[in-house]
């Protein structure tokens, strides 16, 4: 039975009632008084309401949905701004809120680096060749692939670059020339395994050279140093996990053609000990 997925819905009353049926047949003896009970709710047919409109869900109520659906926190997330969505008094708020959920879902529907995640992301310069390859101009040279990079790399690493991207499925030929295969490509949130790890360590290295190497309206920095409490960090991540979906889905929303490659990089880092370490 396949399981149903949260991110394909705009509207979370359809989810709701998708998700009971889905429930329902997996076991017939699960109810909407047994979801009531779940979440908290004294009326059995609060599931119900909420489904056919006669109530709307609070912000307390969503918090209980979630739990009794037993939601991810990146799906919690989804369903509060479909809720959120559901409920704008505003145009500016339904825009508001849509773009996150486009946001999203986008990078939701992005392929993840799996098998030959390790080659890909161990070299910097394989996705910055896999993105020029959506540029108009782009040429299957590695002469020129090679002198297009900064900083530049060899023809003879630009040649093993370009065959192995094609032998991983990442890269096609196209009546002699190269073009990249599916859409958008992206590492997770949170940083596992080795391969990802030699990902943002090489990145954050180049972000180091090229506070020298470009000029200021080439490049952009900016930082803050700031105490906060231990119960933030993980309200941070999240936002810092938004921002980047939102980032994904304006580059990938514009019409006009690709003409360069830019490396995004989101993060923080802890300057002090954590309090347990402190003593």
Same mark, same amino acid.
Do not use: K
């Given at each position: 039975m396949t399981e149903i997925n949260l991110f394909q819905y705009l509207d979370y009353r359809e989810f709701l009632r998708d998700w009971f049926k889905f429930r329902k047949r997996a076991n017939r003896r699960f109810s909407h008084r047994a979801f009531a009970r779940r979440a908290g709710q004294r009326s059995p047919s609060t599931l119900s309401d909420v489904i056919e409109g006669r109530r709307n869900l609070t912000l307390t109520?969503?918090?209980t949905f979630c739990k009794a659906m037993g939601l991810s926190a990146e799906e919690q997330v989804f369903f +509060? #701004? #479909?809720v959120q969505l559901d409920q704008a008094k505003s145009s500016e708020d339904r825009n508001r809120v849509y773009e996150r959920i486009a946001a999203t879902r986008r990078f939701k529907e992005a392929r993840r680096i799996e098998g030959e995640g390790f080659r890909y992301l161990s070299h910097w310069y394989y996705p910055a060749i896999r993105e020029l390859a959506h540029c108009p101009d782009f040429r299957n040279d590695p002469a020129w692939v090679a002198k297009? #990079?900064?900083p530049t790399i060899t023809t003879a690493q630009a040649k093993k670059a370009l065959k192995e991207l094609i032998d991983m499925g990442l890269l096609e030929n196209n009546d002699g020339g190269i073009k990249p295969c599916? *859409?958008?490509i992206v590492t997770p949130h949170e940083v596992r395994g080795l391969a %990802? =790890?030699?990902? =943002? =360590?090489g990145n954050l290295k180049m972000a180091v050279d090229a506070i020298e190497r470009f000029r200021p309206s080439e490049r =952009?920095? @900016? *930082?803050v140093t !700031? %105490? !906060?409490p231990q119960v933030i960090i993980p309200r941070l991540k999240q936002e810092l996990s938004d921002f980047q979906e939102r980032m994904l889905e304006l580059c990938n929303s514009l019409e006009e053609p690709d +003409? @360069? !490659?830019?490396?995004l990089n989101l993060n923080f880092f802890p300057l002090s000990a954590p309090p347990e370490e402190a003593l």
């Open positions: 109520t969503t918090e +509060t #701004l #479909l297009q #990079l900064r599916d *859409g958008t %990802a =790890h030699n990902y =943002h =360590h =952009h920095f @900016c *930082g !700031v %105490a !906060v +003409t @360069c !490659v830019i490396q």
